[in-house]
């Protein structure tokens, strides 16, 4: 998705070239690395991007990465997600982001609804822009000072920490599985013992299996480990609220790039498989060999995942032991120790 996206949205660029060469900045909202970015190569370019893969790798090819963004450009670019009202929070904040006379793009495949987000967009106000290729609509304004602060108010407001159903916990939008529990989570903590010394969770999301860990156990320390600072920040915020909680470490971190080997007792891990929307188990099985070098001898991983999933035999490949002790509803829960 992505990649065609991002090809239609600098198509426009090109193709519309005033828009660029009359301006002196650019920023560019949830950014990744891609070869259109050399378009901005006579251009001062900041580069948001709150996924540390994302940013490590925009950082890597010396681009000017931030988590967050506050200022003022000439342009301002994203490209939708799949979540709804975070489309809305990336396009207030393109919007706010831009001088007057400044432009703001976005680009989306027809598939996500890109004709609605577009009737959407231009509500706010400003002078509208549209482009059809590649099966993606590309669409956006220009600000002429008409922009509408109420739907920009109430798009900005979407950013704002959310209490999840069922939980006391807190997300937001750009979060996966941002309003719910979901379900292989909550199968994990049905087979959780209490743990004890160090444990990590691993891509620990807004905390859900970190508050259960705190509220069943008896620790000394809980580290998380989150990709998505979005969510780690959320996660931040729930569990530093109780002031009897051992003590806790934060890491927005990619566990791919591994972790510090011999440290846990215990990890406990809903791994992503997914690639976009391509199923990648390679990320699970990346998790399970990292987490096998982070464990203390005798530690434990608990680790949950989609029945049809064959991580056993990366299981079998660096774990002394491993058992399966539940299978239901799609979803099996499976404990190794070193």
Partial sequence: MFDVACE??????????????????????????CPQLALFSQKQLTCQQTFKPHFDALVLRGLHAVTDFSGAVDVSLCLGSKQRDENFILFAAGIDALRHGGTFLSCLPKDLGAGRFEKELHKVGGQPLSYVKNHCRVFGITNDGTC?????????????????????????????????????????????????????????????????????????????????????????????????????????HDVSSGLPEKSFDAIVTNPPFHTGKQVNIALGEKFIQVA???????????????????????????????????????????????
């Avoid at 530690?299 to 999933?309: K, P, Q, R, T």
């Fill in 148 to 252: 509408k602060p109420e739907v920009l108010e109430q798009w900005r407001s979407l950013a704002r920490m959310q209490t999840v159903s069922g939980t006391c916990l807190l997300s937001r939008p750009g979060v996966f599985g941002w309003d719910k529990i979901d379900q292989g989570s909550q199968l994990l903590v049905s087979q959780l013992p209490a743990l004890r010394g160090s444990v990590a969770a691993l891509g620990s999301g807004y905390g859900f299996l970190s508050q259960h860990v705190l509220q069943s156990s008896e620790l000394r320390e809980l580290h998380l480990f989150e990709a998505e600072k979005i969510a780690l920040d959320a996660s931040r915020e729930s569990l530093l609220r109780d002031p009897q909680a051992p003590k806790l470490h934060f890491h927005w």
């Fill in 8 to 33: 239609t949205l600098f198509h426009f660029l090109e193709k519309e070239s005033e828009l660029l060469h009359s301006a002196t900045d650019a920023l560019f909202l949830r950014a990744q690395v």
């Fill in 292 to 338: 096998a070098r982070a464990l203390k001898k005798e530690g434990a991983l608990y680790l949950v995942a989609n029945s049809s999933l064959p991580y056993e035999r990366t299981l079998q490949k660096h774990f002394r032991v491993y058992e399966q002790l539940i299978s239901q509803r799609g979803f099996k829960v499976l404990k190794a120790v070193l």
